[in-house]
């Protein structure tokens, strides 16, 4: 072989191995990709366990405690003295805050839409107790989560 045909021989080899190292660098990128939608899914999976968590100790507060339950049966049924107020507050707090952790999730992209609203069913914001609660108390929530109630409240208001 002459030396312009090792030159092209070497020159070719050195094309091929560019092209293969081209390959292996998709095929990589590809896996990592992959690699990173899955630890996206986890952690999503993982945050959406935990805002289930929180609806069972809602729940499980309603169910072990006969103050709690009171409260909760009160929200609904709009009765209540200043005295217990203050206790039905804290559970339409809780209730309220819920919603906002569902719906930082919804904004991250972490739930759907359809998910967001299952989750927020036991926000009371189709009772007289839940709404005036929320007129009181929404400065303490994000302006996003604000603006998404005030349109389901509007939106659950309007006679079908």
């Given at each position: 072989m002459t030396r312009q045909q090792?030159?092209?021989?070497?020159?070719?080899i050195a094309f091929i191995a560019i092209i293969a190292s081209l390959v292996f660098v998709g095929i990589e990128s590809r896996n990592s990709s992959k690699q990173s939608m899955l630890n996206t899914q986890a952690l999503e999976i993982t945050a959406y366990q935990a805002l289930m968590?929180?609806?069972?100790?809602?729940?499980?507060?309603?169910l072990e405690s006969p103050i709690a339950a009171d409260a909760m049966a009160k929200i609904w049924s709009a009765d209540a003295s200043d005295a217990e107020q203050f206790q039905l507050d804290r559970v339409l707090f809780i209730l309220f805050r819920h919603g906002d952790l569902a719906f930082f999730m919804y904004?991250?992209?972490?739930?759907?839409?359809?998910?967001?609203?299952?989750?927020?069913?036991?926000?009371?914001?189709?009772?007289?107790?839940?709404?005036?609660f929320?007129?009181?108390?929404?400065?303490?929530?994000?302006?996003?989560?604000r603006n998404y109630l005030d349109d389901q409240i509007v939106a659950s208001s309007v006679p079908k």
């Open positions: 090792l030159k092209d021989l070497a020159e070719a968590s929180n609806i069972d100790d809602v729940n499980a507060l309603s904004e991250r992209g972490a739930i759907d839409e359809d998910r967001l609203r299952s989750v927020l069913a036991p926000v009371p914001i189709n009772t007289e107790v839940g709404r005036d929320w007129e009181r108390n929404k400065g303490a929530f994000t302006e996003n989560y």
